[in-house]
């Protein structure tokens, strides 16, 4: 990818519902790419143990940074609070 492509790249944080009834998030700068990975096998160790069941949620940014910034803030919420994020 040159530099005139690479300064649009978007990224995404997002939020999957495994079978296990449990939340899942992450940051990817393909949501479609990464989920169909996580639902292989083939994305998260956690994903790999919790398989996902739904895509709940998901948020564009301009930058990885923000998306990872973001992620971690969602990782650190109460399930409640990561509920009001989708149900909203």
Do not use: Q, W
Request: glycine content about 4%; hydrophobic content about 25%; some cysteine.
């Amino acid at each position: 990818m040159d530099e005139k492509n690479k300064k649009y790249k978007k990224y995404y944080v997002y939020l999957i519902l495994t079978v296990n009834n449990t939340i899942y998030c992450g940051y990817t700068d393909n949501v479609e790419k990464r989920y169909i990975l996580h639902c292989e096998g083939k994305g998260a160790k956690y994903t790999r143990a919790n398989k996902p069941l739904k895509l709940l949620y998901t948020k564009e940014f301009d930058t990885k940074i923000d998306a990872m910034k973001e992620e971690r803030r969602i990782k650190k919420l109460s399930r409640k609070d990561k509920e009001k994020i989708f149900i909203s």
